[in-house]
């Protein structure tokens, strides 16, 4: 195992987070979209994991809450619907608890809910925005592009329907790319928006500026895609993936990414850029031979190890 590099190091009046898992729906990934080799006709029910984080300045004695995601919505008929006919071939669909009930399970309400933070746009990350009427959101650079676009100029397989009206313009902030010069502005949470290098990462942005959670860049599934990692205690890191990646087993390298020809013979990827993801999943696997616990968002691996059971709101990580 690497060792702990100092950068990731905590000092020692370091803040922390806490953070709780929120069961926010299944959907069924056949493998072959998503891993080869795959066995014929194999498909996976798995999780679409949603994060509750909350932050206590003990300066300012305030209490804030993010969410990581919203997961799948609970009525699927609040999605467009060339999305709810594409959704056909994800079933069986899984939509309750959705990410308020499972907040509920643990007495919180949509409105305790500062920020959400959501790792990309696609249909099982983005739940029902509308439940949050109070609480502000983040998205990464180019999630709002693809918004308005409605629909990803992909090959016809993807599941790239997006909804031009999903997020409240006033409420909405998208992150600046990693190369796009900004100035240090005051935005929300955020007090400093630039991306700099920490330990083996090259971009994250220290959302509370106390190094207690960090928001990474992390290219390749999707415009914008978006990671975090947070700090649980001295040497107790915990990084959440997103759809980085999709099954263990292609961390581990006993599995490659999904290729696929669509109907026009296109070579087709769940991710957009595959050249980029593998560069994430490499600095992925190598958090996580340091020692830094990974989470993927769909991470059914995760989800079966029992031990891991209580630690869903308001059970904590
Ligand atoms: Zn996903």
Redesign the pocket.
């Known amino acids: 195992m690497e060792s702990f590099p100092p950068a990731f190091l905590a000092p020692l009046n370091q803040n922390y987070v806490t953070v709780h898992a929120l069961s926010a729906g299944s959907l069924t990934l056949p493998e072959h979209l998503f891993m080869q080799p795959s066995v014929g006709g194999a498909s996976n029910t798995v999780p679409?994991l949603a994060f509750l984080i909350q932050h206590y300045d003990t300066k300012t004695s305030k209490l804030e809450r993010i969410l990581f995601d919203l997961g799948l919505r609970k009525d699927l008929k609040q999605y467009p619907v060339p999305l709810q006919e594409y959704l056909e071939s994800r079933q069986p669909l899984i939509t309750e608890p959705d990410v308020s009930d499972s907040l509920a399970a643990g007495g919180l309400k949509p409105d305790d809910i500062d920020y959400v933070i959501l790792s990309h746009v696609?249909w099982?990350?983005v739940g029902m925005p509308s439940d949050f009427k109070s609480s502000q959101f983040i998205v990464g650079s180019g999630s709002l592009a693809l918004l308005e676009l409605g629909r990803n100029p992909l090959p016809a397989e993807s599941n790239s329907y997006f909804e031009a009206d999903l997020l409240p313009v006033e409420m909405t902030t998208e992150l600046p790319g990693v190369h796009q010069v900004t100035d240090a502005e005051k935005r929300g949470l955020f007090s400093d928006v630039r991306w700099k290098k920490l330990g083996t990462l090259p971009n994250v942005i220290d959302v509370f500026s106390d190094g207690s959670l960090y928001l990474v860049d992390s290219p390749g599934h999707l415009d914008g895609h978006l990671n975090l990692l947070a700090r649980l205690g001295p040497r107790k890191l915990l990084y959440l993936a997103g759809?980085a990646c999709h099954d263990r087993r292609i961390m581990r390298g006993e599995l490659e990414i999904g290729m696929w020809k669509n109907l026009h013979g296109e070579q087709c990827c769940v991710h957009v850029d595959k050249e980029a993801t593998l560069k994430t999943i490499e600095l992925i696997a190598r958090l996580e031979k340091m020692g830094v616990e990974v989470v993927l968002?769909?991470d059914s691996e995760w989800l079966n190890e029992e031990g891991n059971k209580k630690r869903f709101w308001p059970g904590k990580m």
Request: proline share 0%; no cysteine; hydrophobic share 15%.
């Open positions: 679409s696609h099982d990350h759809d968002a769909h």
